[in-house]
Nanobody, 121 residues
Framework: QVQLVESGGGLVQAGGSLRLSCAAS?????MGWFRQAPGKEREFVAA????????DYADLVKGRFTISRDNAKNTMYLLMNSLSPEDTAVYYC?????????????????WGQGTQVTVSS
């Protein structure tokens, strides 16, 4: 069983930056970030594969968000720049140890508790 611990959410003004972290306790082969805004479905944000470090981004965050990992710490990060009110959501860390499309929540077996990101205008 893999446990995930998220940190780093908060309140920031539009145009500002935040960095989210997610530490995993067990063996994984990929991790991702998803977010859910009030009244909306959960959506994919970014993902990274542990072996090789290849990444995927949702079109809405490309060029603004950067996902990275520290293999030694089994930790994933999401640096969010140029934040806008539309980025306001609960951000969830997810992890898996199987194959599949990293952009789809279906392929993730483990989820963090979620961290609130609020961007004020």
């Amino acid at each position: 069983q893999v446990q995930l611990v998220e940190s780093g959410g908060g309140l920031v003004q539009a145009g500002g930056s935040l960095r989210l972290s997610c530490a995993a306790s067990g063996r994984i082969n990929a991790m991702g970030w998803f977010r859910q805004a009030p009244g909306k479905e959960r959506e994919f944000v970014a993902a990274i594969r542990w072996s090789g470090g290849s990444v995927d981004y949702a079109d809405l965050v490309k060029g603004r968000f950067t996902i990275s990992r520290d293999n030694a710490k089994n930790t994933m990060y999401l640096l969010m720049n140029s934040l806008s009110p539309e980025d306001t959501a609960v951000y969830y860390c997810a992890a898996r140890n199987r194959m599949g499309d990293t952009t789809m929540s279906y392929y993730y077996d483990y989820w963090g508790q979620g961290t609130q990101v609020t961007v004020s205008s």
